[in-house]
């Protein structure tokens, strides 16, 4: 079974609209840490936001934030008001906490995000 | 430099030749990852040092892949007698401990091509 499933190949979104990227994940480990990487054309994977299972709190970070429903094991990424930059391949990462896979980073397959103006 | 570091960016080899991949991380960084990404992939996880622990190799995806890392320091991945399929961006992240809430910090990776 997939530990990440993204769903969305390929979202389109117009400037200063806001967009949701769908992430679900398994695993059945209490301990786990959910991330989200943000990946341009030219390559670099840059982290964007953090949520931890046993936090109480949807995790935000600027335009950022990130739907957190545990128990339908979903970890969705809401980007507020999309800038042209914002066009990139987006990642949804799992990584858990405990067991011989602590380390390692589960990822997804991606959604490609287009920003149109 | 603040990042992490790859060296090369891009290598191209012929089938049947070793490489060796390079990796900088972040300086206080204990804990260092190889991924692989494939052409229109994800992510695909290769190993694991934490500090001064056995490495998790389980990820490496046969025994030609092989990865050292002396202490906290850089890393070098080595591929021997390449194939096409080895074909993939390359990528090392390093994290400041091996916890689960501390996000990986990723290098530019390195292209590898195998003709």
């Known amino acids: 079974a997939q530990k990440i499933t993204q769903t969305q190949p390929g979202m389109f979104v117009q400037e200063k609209e806001a967009v949701t990227l769908d992430c679900t994940y398994d695993?059945?480990?209490?301990?786990?840490?959910l991330f989200w990487y943000k990946q341009p054309s030219s390559g670099e994977m840059i982290f964007l936001i953090y949520?931890?299972?046993?936090?109480?709190q949807n995790a935000t970070e600027g335009r950022y934030s990130l739907n957190f429903q545990k128990a339908r094991k979903s970890a969705n990424l809401v980007i507020s008001a999309s800038q042209l930059g914002d066009s990139a391949m987006y990642f949804c990462?799992?990584?858990?906490?405990?067991?011989?896979?602590?380390?390692?980073?589960?990822f997804g397959r991606g959604t490609q995000l287009t920003v149109w103006p | 430099g603040a990042g992490v570091s790859q060296s090369p960016s891009n290598k191209v080899t012929e089938k049947g030749k070793d490489v060796e991949l390079r990796c900088d991380p972040i300086?206080?960084?204990?804990?260092l990852y190889w991924y692989r990404q494939r052409l229109g992939q994800g992510l695909e996880f290769l190993i694991y040092?934490?500090?001064?622990?056995?490495?998790?190799k389980s990820g490496l995806p046969s025994d030609r892949f092989s990865a050292e890392r002396t202490g906290e320091s850089v890393s070098t991945l080595t591929i021997q007698r390449t194939q096409q399929e080895d074909s993939a961006v390359y990528l090392c992240?390093?994290?400041?401990?091996?916890?689960?809430?501390?996000?990986?910090?990723f290098g530019d990776g390195t292209r590898l091509s195998i003709l």
């Open positions: 949520q931890g299972s046993y936090d109480q």
């Open positions: 040092f934490q500090g001064n622990s056995a490495p998790d």
């Open positions: 695993t059945s480990d209490p301990s786990y840490g």
């Open positions: 300086s206080g960084h204990t804990a």
């Open positions: 992240a390093s994290s400041l401990r091996g916890y689960s809430n501390q996000p990986q910090h």
């Open positions: 990462a799992m990584r858990e906490g405990r067991g011989s896979t602590l380390g390692r980073l589960y």
